[in-house]
């Protein structure tokens, strides 16, 4: 990870007390980790407009998937 920030914001205190008992953790982590969610968004968008289609040369080899599922 790159060199931290730190940072001044004024944030509802309610939205904080239900964030931090959601993740169980203080507010340092549960900060951080709802910035992840955010930055983990598109991602997640653009996995859902791709409505389960392969890219070319993405290298996905049917058989040997299906092979290693039959195996177990």
């Known amino acids: 990870m790159k060199a931290e920030r730190k940072i ?5 205190e309610e939205l904080l007390e239900r ?5 169980g953790e203080g507010l340092t982590r549960t900060l951080r980790r709802g910035l992840e969610l955010v930055a983990a968004q598109s991602v ?3 996995l859902l407009r791709a409505k389960g289609k392969y890219p070319k040369g ?10 290693d599922r ?3």
């Open 44 to 46: 997640y968008d653009s």
């Open 19 to 23: 964030a931090m008992e959601a993740t």
């Open 8 to 12: 001044t914001a004024n944030l509802p």
């Open 58 to 67: 993405i290298g996905l080899d049917l058989k040997a998937s299906r092979k």
């Open 70 to 72: 039959d195996e177990r």
